[in-house]
């Protein structure tokens, strides 16, 4: 199941262009104009994270945020004061970036959150015999141990690299959803930083071949001007 952002801001042209990218890395999109209209919204749908003005009309970003506490928020405003931050911060806001921002440096901050809200949400779906053992990850018939860096499939181990292991973590977390290649590069950044753009069609390759060798069947499926998906 795709993530679902919601993006507050009564700018239409920032809105248009946030909605547009976010789009093009896979997730569902909701817009509000107002912190009125991001209430209504909200009695229908809860998204897995807001971006969220501060100058909106009606109902203020910083008089909504208390409402919204229950969703990842990251504030996007012009406004650079450090008190105000931190204010904000202290307030329930999970991250703050300062307008103009850098797409891609939003779209890492985005990753980290929903990541975080993903480890809460794994955790407490682990099976009682993987409880102890954070390194397992189940999805469908793999089933990946991010310690010794092998994936079974079909009661049959796979030895990975460990950029192979870091990119098939991120599907298997994700199953069914395409994942974009920006965002795949993010999320291994730090294990894997000699991993590029060109490289990392390699690895997908890499790691498909490998599964197909097993049983025949292809497990990941290239999403045209997207990225990747792990068949669910």
């Known amino acids: 199941m795709n993530h679902t952002i919601m993006i507050v801001d009564d700018d239409i042209h920032i809105g248009n262009m946030l909605?547009?990218?976010?789009?093009?890395?896979?997730?569902d999109v909701l817009r509000a104009y107002s912190g009125t209209e991001t209430l209504m919204?909200?009695?229908?749908?809860?998204?897995?994270?807001?971006?969220?003005?501060l100058?909106?009309?009606g109902i203020n970003g910083e008089d909504l945020l208390p409402k919204v506490k229950s969703i990842p928020t990251i504030i996007m405003s012009a406004k650079a004061n450090t008190d105000g931050k931190v204010k904000?911060?202290?307030?329930?806001?999970?991250?703050?970036?300062?307008?103009p921002f850098d797409v891609s440096e939003l779209l890492a901050r985005i990753v980290v959150q929903l990541r975080l809200e993903e480890t809460k949400s794994s955790s407490s779906a682990l099976e009682e015999g993987d409880s102890l053992n954070p390194s397992i990850i189940k999805a469908g018939n793999l089933t990946l141990d991010t310690d010794i860096l092998t994936v079974t499939l079909k009661d049959t181990p796979i030895s990975l690299t460990r950029t192979e292991c870091a990119i098939l973590e991120?599907?298997?977390?994700?199953?069914?959803?395409?994942?974009?290649?920006?965002t795949i590069l993010d999320r291994i950044s730090d294990s894997t930083p000699d991993c590029t753009e060109r490289s990392l069609k390699q690895h997908i390759s890499n790691i498909r071949k490998k599964l197909?060798?097993?049983?025949?069947?292809?497990?990941?499926?290239?999403?045209?001007?997207?990225?990747?998906k792990l068949k669910s």
Do not use: C, H, S, W
């Not at 909605?19 to 997730?27: A, C, I, K, N, V």
């Not at 197909?212 to 990747?228: C, K, L, N, R, S």
């Open 55 to 57: 100058m909106l009309p």
């Open 19 to 27: 909605e547009e990218t976010l789009r093009l890395e896979g997730y």
């Open 170 to 182: 991120i599907l298997m977390l994700n199953p069914g959803r395409p994942i974009g290649r920006n």
């Open 41 to 53: 919204v909200l009695e229908k749908k809860k998204p897995d994270l807001l971006l969220l003005d």
């Open 88 to 99: 904000l911060l202290m307030d329930g806001a999970r991250d703050y970036v300062t307008k």
């Open 212 to 228: 197909q060798a097993v049983d025949g069947e292809d497990y990941i499926e290239a999403i045209y001007g997207i990225g990747f």
